[in-house]
């Protein structure tokens, strides 16, 4: 497929703008070529990209930039090992030549901020307009060169109607599939593993998820998962979404504090209420990522990673643990925990599984079960 944009470069006096047509599959590098083409302009001394909007949702944070300077790229920090219990945070670091446009340019209206520097910084607008089969794109570019010509006449007036009369044909031919294909997105089964960082020893659970669940609804799993009793503050960031990086994308709770978010996030951040978002909007690939912070005071932070895609079995009732290591600290034991005065050491795993299923069973399959029956 290919993405119409509009092109929106910023002057002092107006808005000077171009319509471009580029294959979804081409990397941020070539689209920064077809902006130079289009506005006949020399290769700047720098340029960079930041994305403004993806998958019709805003995003703040998320820079692409031309080229590294280092001939070998950093390991991945990101890269997931099942044997890993922490995860580092980092700066950004995506590189043009590496990412391509249907990354992040997903719906109509998606939008990334374009800026180059020469003597002085040129700012741009690029926004996705249309995504296009390849005969309707060779229509629109044909479109276009037909306006520009001087020409006008009998021809021009014949050749208008004919390609107006294809463009009307293709578009609608391209409705009806969309309509045909069109529907709810089918409920998939997240199997994700959730780690506790920062407690001497592994602490983890594994739990099946369906993925239209809400944020809220996965605070309320991960409080039973780990025992905790609900008692403080909590709140989600997204660190790997479809596979791509993210940065300060927060799903806060109904009760947070901006004020108190603010005080750490210096840059741009993108909330999102957890009672809104569910985990298909955030989950989409296996390997995605996310961290849960409980307890801001004696913090503690989770590791979500999505290690599988399912479908869920007929006649199961979901969520349910599947596997468990080592006990989980009591509300507020941050400082035994850091003085090594409290062990979370518990070869019984099953016992663990079999605990937390009997409350998941308790808290969160009875209401649904009571809500399906209203």
Known sequence: MFYEMMIEKNFSTGLNTRMIWIEENSTFEQLHQQVLEVFKENSPKNHSFRIIRSNGKKQSGITIQQQSFTDQADADPFDYNDESESTRLFEDCLYEKDVVLKSYFKKTGDSAAYTSVQDSPNEYTLTLNKILSPAATILAQLNQIVDLSPERGESYDNL????????????????????????????????FKITLEDVGVPVWRKVQVLSNSTFLELHKIIQ???????????????????????KNVIIESA???PTFANFFFKDEQTSYKEEEEHLHDHFLVEKDQARYTYDFGDDWRHKIVLEKILEPAEGMVYPVCTAAKNDAPYEDSRHEVLHGELSLLNSNAKAIVADVNAELARRMHRKKTSRTKK
């Not at 107006?164 to 997105?185: H, I, V």
């Not at 008692?231 to 960031?237: A, I, Q, S, V, Y």
């Open 160 to 191: 208008k109607e004919q390609l107006n009369s294809l463009t009307q044909l293709l578009g609608t031919s391209a409705e009806k599939t969309k309509t045909a294909t069109s529907g709810p997105k089918p409920t998939q089964l997240y199997s």
């Open 224 to 246: 039973i998962l780990f025992d905790w009793q609900d008692e403080h503050l909590h709140d989600f960031m997204i660190q790997k979404s479809n596979g791509i990086r993210q």
């Open 255 to 257: 009760d947070s504090d």
